[in-house]
């Protein structure tokens, strides 16, 4: 057989080789490769790398589009025997001495009450309780890392309608956002931002000296519901010194829910209270006090902060949240996180006092929702 007669056939054969191989490829089903393998290893999304982004399809998460640790701190006064402890120490950030270096810069974003305007004098109407914040305490808040406060208490007009809008003023023009009134509840309640991608609305109000207006607050909470992917409610409310909420308080938390509030956060007892759920959504009822001066008994005393984590996932439309509560204990004014078996003594305490369901995840120190 001449040379060029066997390149042919070899070549023929080869051919049909290939078809055949094709045909058996379409019409036979042979086992796919798992789905994970057809996919890219890891994907970069906003405010992860590529390097330490959550792996894909190979058996861990998906990836989040956005996740926003954030913390709620209590009840703030700076006045009467605070500012007194402050300028004797002379100290601007006397009462934040025993928290950590960078406590709040640690989350992501820092949330507190702050109960009284900050302002520069003293005006009607004039009350047995009446605070004023100097100005000078808005750096110092800027300094320790916190973002927002909330003006909706019992105290934001104790220097009457000047007096807030004033404080309003000076902290928003330093940079904090601002939301809540002592007897508005429409837009002014609410303010909003973006946290890792995520729109965030808080909204604030107060039910401590006047009852909530439902058709005001319906309206800033769809308002909000337009603005964010998560709204958060930070509510003033109930009877001072008990470890429980009131009916009151438990049908207004109810019904903000019902309303579209993703999370309750409450204030205004001087004393911690328990959390709850309702329909899937966490209820801190009262986080006490963060700086004070009521130093007479121990319950006033011991305070309770809660690290808010809000997770969004890729492809869906609903965000995921988990609540970590962080008992502190205040000496003399000054917070301190609490540790150690004193950690896990407040935790238990907290426990008792808070829904059953959630008890075990509560004393674990971290409650899914």
């Known amino acids: 057989m001449d040379g060029s007669l066997r390149a042919r056939r070899i070549s023929g054969s080869i051919c049909i080789g290939i078809a055949l191989g094709i045909l058996a490829w379409v019409f036979i089903p042979l086992p796919r490769p798992p789905a994970f393998l057809l996919v890219i290893d890891r994907i970069a999304l906003p405010g992860i790398s590529a390097s330490n982004g959550p792996m894909i399809g190979r058996g861990v998460k998906t990836p989040e589009i956005g996740s926003a640790r954030i913390v709620f701190a209590g ?106 009134h002592q007897v508005d509840d429409g837009p002014v309640a609410f303010a909003t931002t973006t946290i890792h991608e995520l729109r965030i609305a808080f909204l604030g109000f107060n039910t401590t000296d006047n009852a909530m207006n439902r058709e005001q607050a319906a309206s800033a909470i769809a308002l909000a519901k337009e603005e964010a992917d998560t709204v958060i409610a930070s509510v003033h409310w109930g009877n001072e010194y008990r470890s429980r909420p009131d009916a009151s308080s438990v049908q207004t938390a109810h019904w903000l829910i019902d309303q579209g509030v993703d999370v309750v956060i409450g204030g205004h007892p001087h004393w911690t209270q328990g959390i709850s759920s309702y329909k899937d959504k966490p209820i801190a009822w009262s986080l006490g006090n963060f700086i004070f001066d009521q130093d007479f008994s121990t319950q006033t005393r011991q305070g309770l902060a809660v690290a808010l984590t809000v997770s969004k996932p890729l492809a869906s439309d609903f965000s995921h949240l988990t609540l970590e509560p962080i008992p502190i204990h205040i000496d003399r004014s000054q917070p301190r996180i609490v540790e150690g078996e004193e950690r896990a003594k407040r935790l238990d305490e907290l426990a008792n006092i808070s829904d059953e369901s959630l008890r075990d995840q509560i004393r674990a120190g971290m409650i899914g929702f």
């Open 75 to 180: 009840d703030i006064m700076l006045d009467r025997l605070v500012a007194d402890r402050t300028r004797t120490a002379n100290d601007a950030s006397y009462a934040f001495r025993k928290l950590p270096d960078g406590w709040f810069e640690s989350f992501d974003y820092a949330v507190a009450n702050l109960e009284g305007p900050v302002t520069d004098m003293r005006r009607s109407p004039v009350k047995s309780v009446d605070f004023l914040f100097d100005p000078t305490v808005i750096p110092v808040l800027k300094a320790q890392g916190i973002d927002a406060v909330s003006q909706a208490n019992n105290h934001a007009l104790d220097q009457g309608t000047v007096g807030y809008n004033d404080s309003v003023r000076r902290l928003r023009e330093a940079g904090l956002l601002v939301f809540g």
